[in-house]
């Protein structure tokens, strides 16, 4: 049974760094990070295709990075820079879609999800 497990959240000061991880164990066209605050609805902030494709959302681009290891079926976000408002529950998710989307609905396989908490 496919299975995604993400590993690597916890609290950073306002400015810091934290890189997440997600395991996977299929092989999907496409992965993606998304993250969720108390009260927000769920956001798209990073994919890649199996091709590389990358695709950011505005909010993150030039701090965030997505890469994926296919060897070690892992992928991976690196986040830097990080502000008050980057704090959520990250998850991990993996779909068939053939471009880099970072629609929900896009997805059809999620991680449980990690923190990640930023303090100013």
């Known amino acids: 049974q496919e299975q995604l497990v993400e590993s690597g959240g916890g609290a950073v000061r306002t400015g810091g760094s934290l890189s997440l991880s997600c395991t996977f164990s299929g092989n999907k066209f496409c992965m993606g990070w998304f993250r969720q605050a108390p009260g927000k609805e769920r956001e798209g902030v990073a994919s890649i295709t199996n091709r590389g494709i990358t695709s950011y959302a505005d909010s993150v681009k030039g701090r965030f990075t997505i890469s994926k290891d296919n060897a070690k079926k892992t992928l991976y976000l690196q986040m830097s820079t990080l502000k008050p408002e980057d704090a959520a529950q990250y998850y991990c998710?993996?779909?068939?879609?053939?471009?880099?989307?970072?629609?929900?609905?896009?997805?059809?396989?999620w991680g449980q999800g990690t923190q990640v908490t930023v303090s100013s």
């Open positions: 998710a993996a779909g068939d879609t053939v471009y880099a989307s970072r629609r929900a609905d896009d997805f059809n396989l």
